[in-house]
């Protein structure tokens, strides 16, 4: 089997849902209270009730690793578009300070609404991805503005005002959490910490749709993606209306980065790994890459879940920190290669 | 013939004025405001059991010191790094130095537990200068690594990592109360035993930075010039980072992590008095301290009577002022 071939696609996707399906398992049966395969299995089909096994898997292990998969692979593909879109392997919703965005804006949202929304409604749920995808789309225009000079948009420029954007929105993030009282604050704190401390099925049902709806958009525009890769001249004479299509891409992919960040706080560096692992695996066609890169996200985000519940057990490290440490390392290695390879 | 006072004099000839009036200001307004009387009464006749007086020096003038001095520590450092580096957003925060000396300081916690303040300074030296280290040497690996861009992100995310690893260490040791106290920006908590014993290391640095001023110019121009001029560019760089480990390192030893001083000042020095390190460095000092005093009041005045951390001031100052450089300047060097 060659290494572009459909069957080495397939087997390159296979393996991944099969260690999905293993991360899922090992998350499911470990923790504060371990439970064997049968246990598990028995209950998720319903073959052998208990109340306490019930609560464990339906209402802890269960969500949390749902929201860590979902988050995983749409940050995973949102990076793969921001990469393309920017031409620049730099390119993550973290350092793009899209995260900050939407995270500042979730903040002050819980700051102003939390007395009069219960926090756990549905409709205080389902408004905060949108009250998310605000802060995250003010801020990416934002740092638009500010990149784009003389009728282009350099790479460079792009980032460093993403980085000046996150720092900034980080300090109205804190001047916000230290104004509220200390339970909020508590939740705040977690959160912006990147956690899916507490995951439940209303935070699944709030992001799902964006999810369904955006990652299609984008995966039908796959094509575009390798087009928009060339050079602006090239891809103009080929019809393409690049500015337009650009600008599409960034709007569905804040879309998803503010729908991820809205539940799980600021997990940064994964849109970043996983289009780079992802196109040493399979290439760079987006059609072959995107799938991949949601993949791998999704496995990466469930393991560092996984890796913050118990390595310290029973304190807990959200899974932004985790990924954080992993990622660092990587990024810097890969900045190393792409230099050397320049 | 109009008699013309050179800026840079100015700002230095000026200097004793402002601190004096920033002291003054930094003493008298916050949570409880004092009469002049008071403040004369308790430096003339200091009074134990009057509380006044005891807010007035257990408390205000240690912090208002303490914020003249971090401020121009600060400030020197970011001012070194860039005429160094030719690095227009080279400072001790946006390079990660201040994570670094988060980190040592919490391994110094774990290992050796009890350590005394000098010695946690110690640890926070140490930390700096190896996130420093590790941030330049990662830097000058890479090709085109000391432009700008590279440099900032390497240093975000060095950032990022130190201190996701410093938070981790802590959360399994459980003193992450001490630590989050190490991090976070307290100048409101300054301790006037540990500003003594951190002055000496201080002058030091301030001494080593001013002494090289007149290197790093010539520095700032480019290294084959400064090599081609007889410069010993390997000796200046020690010295430049001996010195920015130092101030830097005792900067964050004594309040935390500040972030922006040392970007927007050494800036502001560079467009008051022109291209010489010579004057850039001392008013930069003179500058950052009275700016981060001036935040520190502005960071009790804005959400009164409560606090506002003193880096939400300078981040609500410095983000419009980041932009703007990377507006103006882009990925260039200086």
Not at chain 2, 148 to 169: D, E, H, N, Q, Y
């Amino acid at each position: 089997m060659t290494k572009g071939s459909r069957g080495y696609y397939t087997a390159v996707l296979g393996v991944m849902i099969l260690l999905l399906l293993f991360g899922a398992y090992f998350s499911l049966t470990q923790g504060s209270m371990d439970m064997t395969v049968k246990e598990v299995i028995t209950t998720l089909l319903r073959l052998d009730v208990q109340p306490d096994r019930d609560l464990v898997i339906f209402e802890f292990r269960l969500p949390r690793i749902v929201i860590a998969v979902l988050v995983g692979a749409g940050l995973g593909i949102a990076g793969a578009v921001l990469q393309g879109i920017t031409r620049n392997g730099l390119a993550d919703p973290g350092i793009l300070g899209i995260n900050a965005g939407a995270g500042a804006a979730m903040v002050i949202f819980l700051f102003f609404y939390q007395g009069e929304i219960k926090g756990t409604g549905w409709g205080a749920i389902m408004a905060m991805p949108m009250f998310g995808l605000i802060g995250g789309l003010l801020s990416a225009a934002l740092i638009f503005v500010f990149a784009w000079k003389r009728g282009s948009l350099e790479p460079e420029r792009l980032l460093l005002s993403g980085i000046a954007v996150a720092s900034g929105l980080g300090a109205l993030t804190i001047y916000f959490t230290l104004k509220m009282d200390a339970k909020d604050f508590e939740m705040a704190a977690v959160w912006t910490a990147g956690s899916i401390y507490n995951a439940n099925w209303k935070y699944i049902v709030s992001m799902l749709p964006w999810l369904l709806i955006l990652i299609p958009v984008i995966y039908s525009k796959s094509r575009l993606l390798d087009l928009l890769g060339l050079k602006d001249e090239s891809t103009r004479s080929l019809g393409v209306a690049a500015d337009k299509q650009r600008t599409l891409l960034l709007l569905c992919s804040v879309g998803i980065v503010s729908a991820c960040v809205s539940v799980s706080g600021g997990i940064g560096f994964i849109g970043l790994m996983s289009p780079h692992i992802a196109s040493r695996l399979v290439g760079r066609r987006h059609s072959r890459l995107l799938p991949a890169c949601g993949l791998i996200g999704g496995l990466l985000v469930m393991i560092s879940d996984y890796i913050g519940r118990t390595l310290f057990s029973p304190v807990e490290l959200p899974a932004g920190m985790v990924v954080a440490i992993l990622g660092g390392p990587y990024f810097i290695y890969l900045m190393y290669r792409n230099r050397r390879q320049a | 013939m109009r008699f013309k006072i050179p800026v840079h004099l100015l700002i230095l000839w000026s200097a004793p004025v402002m601190v004096v009036l920033i002291m003054l200001l930094s003493i008298l307004y916050g949570a409880k405001n004092i009469s002049l009387n008071t403040l004369s009464e308790a430096v003339f006749h200091f009074d134990p059991t009057e509380v006044n007086h005891q807010i007035i020096m257990q408390s205000r003038i240690p912090r208002a010191a303490g914020a003249l001095l971090i401020g121009a520590f600060l400030a020197i450092s970011g001012a070194l790094m860039q005429g160094m580096t030719r690095n227009y957003l080279a400072s001790p925060s946006l390079m990660g130095i201040s994570d670094g000396s988060v980190f040592a300081v919490t391994l110094g916690m774990i290992i050796l537990p009890g350590s005394s303040s000098l010695e946690l300074i110690g640890y926070s030296l140490i930390g700096s200068a190896l996130s420093m280290v590790i941030v330049f040497g990662l830097a000058s690996l890479m090709p085109g690594g000391l432009s700008p861009v590279r440099l900032a992100i390497l240093g975000t995310v060095i950032g990022t990592f130190l201190s996701s690893a410093s938070a981790a260490a802590a959360a399994y040791f459980q003193i992450s109360q001490n630590i989050s106290f190490w991090y976070n920006a307290r100048l409101h908590q300054m301790d006037p035993a540990l500003i003594k014993l951190a002055m000496p290391f201080a002058v030091v640095g301030i001494v080593l930075a001013l002494s090289i001023s007149k290197s790093v110019t010539i520095m700032s121009l480019g290294e084959d010039i400064a090599t081609s001029l007889g410069q010993r560019t390997f000796w200046v760089k020690c010295a430049a980072i001996a010195s920015v480990v130092l101030l830097t390192g005792i900067a964050v030893a004594i309040a935390g992590k500040i972030g922006f001083v040392g970007l927007i000042i050494p800036h502001i020095a560079r467009f008051l008095t022109g291209t010489d390190y010579k004057w850039i460095i001392p008013c930069a000092g003179v500058l950052g301290g009275c700016f981060l005093a001036l935040c520190d009041i502005l960071s009790r005045l804005l959400n009164y009577p409560l606090e506002m951390p003193v880096g939400v001031v300078t981040g609500i100052i410095g983000v419009p002022f980041f932009l703007y450089l990377i507006r103006t300047k882009g990925g260039r060097r200086i």
